[in-house]
């Protein structure tokens, strides 16, 4: 007799590709111009179903973007985990944040641009979410600051909103087809953040990678 998938599983399944379904038609056609209808259809589910799951469209686009988020925390932690250098902690962060950018694209996009569609609660739990996962990379950058492992003159809050939005726009124009890989990308911000704000006596500069490729 073949066994049944427990209750969460199964919620967790439809979770995913709800949402990947709702990604995809929100990037594609925007979110005020897709319906209800058409991410049902494209979920192989009846209206009725999808609704029971999520009662509004906002909801989905909640939902969305609180995956997106904690897909986004949990691969930071899981970078940054076993790692005792907090500067190194810095650069294993970075290279996550970048990697969860480029396989995500369609949760990512929504992430990034669709947010402002939210009105209300669910404006202000979007903000709450995105403040949460701030929070994280404060609690990467202070400990750099507290040992003078960043430059004393560096606004911490500037370097945390600025250095992000840098690594986010990533997800607008990065391709595997590109001119440059992932790896180049994250090996050049971080070159640029030890240059800018990590006080000289804590970087390895015997072989520094280059600035420009």
């Not at 049902?40 to 988020?69: F, W």
């Not at 990467?140 to 992000?164: H, N």
């Amino acid at each position: 007799m073949k066994k049944r998938r427990p209750t969460k599983v199964i919620d967790q399944l439809d979770r995913e590709i709800v949402l990947t379904s709702a990604a995809r038609l929100f990037k594609a056609h925007g979110y005020e111009r897709t319906t209800v209808k058409e991410i049902a259809e494209a979920c192989n589910m009846l209206p009725g179903s999808l609704h029971y799951r999520y009662q509004t469209k906002e909801a989905i686009l909640v939902d969305l973007m609180r995956l997106g988020l904690e897909r986004a925390a949990l691969a930071v932690i899981e970078a940054c985990v076993g790692v005792i250098d907090p500067v190194e902690q810095l650069h294993k962060g970075i290279n996550a944040h970048l990697k969860v950018l480029v396989t995500g694209s369609d949760m990512v996009y929504v992430l990034l641009f669709e947010w402002r569609a939210l009105q209300g609660d669910a404006r202000k739990e979007m903000i709450e979410l995105r403040d949460r996962y701030e929070a994280l990379w404060a609690a990467i950058l202070t400990p750099l600051a507290q040992k003078g492992v960043i430059r004393k003159e560096v606004d911490l809050d500037l370097l945390r909103l600025i250095g992000l939005g840098a690594l986010n726009w990533v997800a607008t124009w990065f391709s595997d087809e590109g001119r440059y890989t992932l790896e180049d990308i994250g090996d050049f911000v971080w070159n640029v953040i030890k240059r800018a704000v990590v006080v000289p006596s804590e970087i390895d500069m015997k072989s520094p990678p280059p600035l420009i490729y």
